[in-house]
């Protein structure tokens, strides 16, 4: 069973957007790619930047199964694409390599979170400035 393959995308190309079906996820090979969150009708805010040795896309590991931010490729990318039913199905056949790969989600959520704390307080503190 082959569980990945090689993909590509070109710069701004959209890979998925907020609230769409989370059915894969990547490893980006090389390349980066934006994370983005829709705040108005025009405009996009980038909330965290990826590249080489990245997980692009958890929200296929939890219901309702939904993207939560948008990504698009900031220069051209080159990524190994799995198969979410497929790789939730080994999980669920080995429970010690579901337990592996949960762990890793969220030791990589913890540290985006933590990123992403960071800058909101960079924000933050240079408003208090400006005010």
Known sequence: MTLAREVSFPEDARI???GGTADRF??????????DQQVTSVQRVTVASLGAGDLLGWSWL???????????????VRAYEFDA???LG???EDPALGMVLVRSVAEILAHRL??????LMEQYSMRRRVL
């Open 16 to 18: 998925f957007e907020a």
């Open 26 to 35: 990547w490893v980006i090979r090389s390349g980066a790619v934006s994370l």
């Open 62 to 76: 939890f219901p309702p199964h939904q993207w939560d931010f948008g990504a698009v490729a900031f220069s051209p």
């Open 85 to 87: 039913a497929a790789v």
């Open 90 to 92: 080994l999980c669920e």
């Open 114 to 119: 933590e990123m992403t704390r960071g800058k």
